[in-house]
């Protein structure tokens, strides 16, 4: 087995940092130490097979993406990452777990939908993988098969108040669904945008011939965000289901989670990269040549990009700050605009949605370090050490300390990332969504369990490294 010194480094965690060497034997993580300090009298640097100098750097528990969709199915066509290329790219920017969601399409079993992302995902991973199972057809053996799945290591399932006739759950499916996540101490995790009535929206903007991809956030407007929102909370409250909003992106939102959460229910929000960067006004200006105004067909997703000028950037901002909000996903759903995207050519129902966002999480979130919207601290908090809690996987990863996975990245501070096009990156997409982003800082060393896997930007690693993580119940709640 390796042993290894990551030496000179800051290591930094959620509550504090410290000069600090780290040292890995093998997959584990065995000590924290003083700088330059013996380990039982041995000298630590001449006794282990390999040393990381990380002076100036930072050393931080690997980031946790739990939302991603790798090769989802949707809108006819399936999400350009597979398992393989997606976790790729996230182990290049310093990510060192996902959580992906396994599917339940409607009239398919719990059971072999999840057997089904479990054989797409197996022998493919570049790092650790978790499942949080997509329920799309509650009925009576799917809420029996749902009471089974902390077995399988699932502790957490998603539910649509938003896309009719594909993955909808309407409230009673709800209601039924979170008896269950009570009864179990899963987490329901909720798609809190009002499908049924965006739908009417939708088709009367399209009867009006406006057909452009920025139309589709024109009818996914924030106040069905709003109320989907109080809705899943006084379903949850009503039932006593934990709950946690996934991709809250509208200002409303965080006003009903904070409501909810001040009156001390277990209520929780994630949000993405892309509600704090970037707005439905860039989305509106985005012409090319090659695309015309269907340009904007990149920035489509849902919830969608939000204005600018009503401030949902900066409340959400603000929240990740209070902790009314307490992590960062991506909901990585890549698609390119060649063959996928433009199935939405003078229709944006059509458009596949979904950002790819999974390379450019850390660093997006540290830019908000430099820039200081948030503490080092809370980066470290919100992208890696509450995703471990929220999911059931402190102690193993989230953290730097003995006993814990040695799944370590190396940041560096004076370091630079201009993120680019399709060259530059490494999921498999023609285009980015963050294409000209600029960002003060570098992943320089990433470890996943002990092994190098990136290192000057080039990948060590191999398919297969990454092993499935069966999740306990959740460690946040209240
Ligand atoms: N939102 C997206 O943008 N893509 C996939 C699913 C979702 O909820
Ligand atoms: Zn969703
Ligand atoms: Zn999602």
Not at 121 to 140: L, P, R, S, T
Not at 190 to 204: F, K, R, S, W
Not at 278 to 291: H, R, T
Not at 358 to 371: A, K, N, S
Request: aromatic fraction near 8%; proline fraction near 3%; glycine fraction near 10%.
């Amino acid at each position: 087995m390796t042993t290894t010194l990551i030496s000179g480094g800051t290591v930094v965690g959620a509550t504090g940092r410290a000069h600090a060497d780290v040292v890995v034997d093998g997959e584990t993580i065995v000590a924290v130490l003083q700088p330059g300090s013996a380990l039982l009298g041995t000298d630590v640097a001449a006794s282990v097979d390999r040393v990381i100098d990380a002076t100036g750097k930072y050393v931080i528990p690997g980031g946790i993406d739990a939302h991603t969709h790798m090769e989802l199915p949707f809108g006819g066509t399936e999400a350009s990452d597979t398992f393989e290329s997606g976790t790729r790219a996230a182990a290049h920017g310093g990510t060192t777990s996902i959580i992906d969601f396994a599917v339940q399409t409607y009239g398919q079993r719990i059971e072999d939908g999840l057997a089904a992302w479990h054989e797409r995902a197996d022998g493919n991973c570049a790092i650790d993988y978790g499942f949080h199972q997509i329920v799309g057809d509650v009925n009576e053996a799917s809420l029996e098969a749902m009471k089974r799945l902390p077995d399988e290591g699932i502790t957490s399932f998603k539910m649509f108040m938003a896309y009719p006739g594909v993955f909808y759950s309407d409230d009673a499916q709800i209601l039924k669904a979170m008896q269950v996540s009570r009864d179990t101490g899963m987490l329901t995790m909720m798609h809190a945008e009002n499908g049924p009535a965006i739908d009417v929206l939708a088709q009367q903007l399209v009867e009006q011939g406006k057909t452009d991809p920025y139309y589709h956030g024109v009818a996914r407007a924030w106040e069905m965000e709003e109320e989907a929102t109080h809705r899943a909370i006084m379903l949850a409250k009503l039932t006593g289901a934990p709950l946690y909003v996934v991709h809250v992106s509208a200002k409303q939102a965080v006003e009903q989670l904070a409501w909810a959460r001040d009156k001390g229910q277990n209520v929780y929000g994630e949000t993405c990269p892309q509600y704090l960067y970037l707005s439905l006004e860039d989305q509106l200006g985005a012409k090319s040549d090659e695309w015309g105004a269907f340009e904007g067909a990149k920035w489509v997703c849902s919830p969608p990009l939000r204005s600018r000028a009503e401030g949902h950037q900066e409340s959400i901002w603000q929240a990740l700050r209070t902790n009314d909000l307490q992590m960062v996903s991506t909901d990585h759903c890549p698609f390119c605009m060649k063959d996928q995207k433009e199935l939405g050519l003078g229709d944006f129902r059509k458009i596949p949605n979904g950002i790819g966002s999974i390379e450019h999480r850390m660093d997006l979130m540290y830019q908000g370090v430099v820039t200081g919207e948030i503490t080092l601290e809370r980066w470290v908090e919100l992208t890696s050490t509450t995703p471990a809690r929220m999911f059931g996987l402190y102690g193993k990863k989230g953290v730097i300390q003995p006993g814990a996975d040695a799944d370590i990245v190396v940041y560096d501070p004076e370091g630079h990332t201009s993120i680019g096009y399709e060259k530059t990156h490494h999921m498999n997409i023609d285009h980015s969504a963050w294409e000209g982003y600029e960002i003060d800082g570098h992943v320089d060393t990433v470890m996943s369990r002990g092994k190098v896997v990136v290192e000057n930007d080039t990948y060590l690693g191999a398919k297969g490294d990454g092993r499935y993580l069966r999740r306990g119940l959740s460690q946040y709640l209240i």
